[in-house]
């Protein structure tokens, strides 16, 4: 089983920062990659940031400049530095822990409970 905590959202004025971290807790399992999405009220859930095991990243374009990911504390957490924030940015965040269990070959997708994130004056 994987445990996974975020937290960090918030309200924020534009051109603000917030950083948002992401736990992953548990045993017996292999971390493939961290990922971030969000959605915002009516809209699809969209991929925002990801980085793999081995510290490949990755951005969205409505993202990349402004946003950063990274590993921290042993690869136990990733942290999305957001900055330069937009109204636009505004959603529920949710962090994603693509893991495989035991010795298990099949990824599976694990969730956070999700962070709200609101960029308004």
């Known amino acids: 089983q994987v445990q996974v905590d975020e937290s960090g959202g918030g309200l924020v004025q534009p051109g603000g920062s917030l950083r948002l971290s992401c736990a992953a807790s548990?045993?017996?399992?292999?971390?493939?990659?961290w990922n971030w999405y969000r959605q915002a009220p009516g809209k699809d859930r969209e991929l925002v940031a990801g980085?793999?095991?081995?510290?490949?990243?990755m951005l969205d374009d409505s993202v990349s400049g402004r946003f950063t990911i990274s590993r921290d504390n042993g690869e136990n957490r990733v942290t999305l530095q957001m900055n330069s924030l937009k109204p636009e940015d505004t959603a529920v965040y949710y962090c994603?822990?693509?893991?495989?269990?035991?010795?298990?070959?099949?990824?599976?997708?694990?969730w956070g409970q999700g962070t709200q994130v609101t960029v308004s004056s």
């Open positions: 980085i793999t095991s081995g510290g490949v990243a």
């Open positions: 548990g045993s017996g399992f292999s971390i493939v990659a």
């Open positions: 994603n822990v693509d893991a495989r269990l035991g010795y298990s070959h099949t990824i599976l997708k694990y």
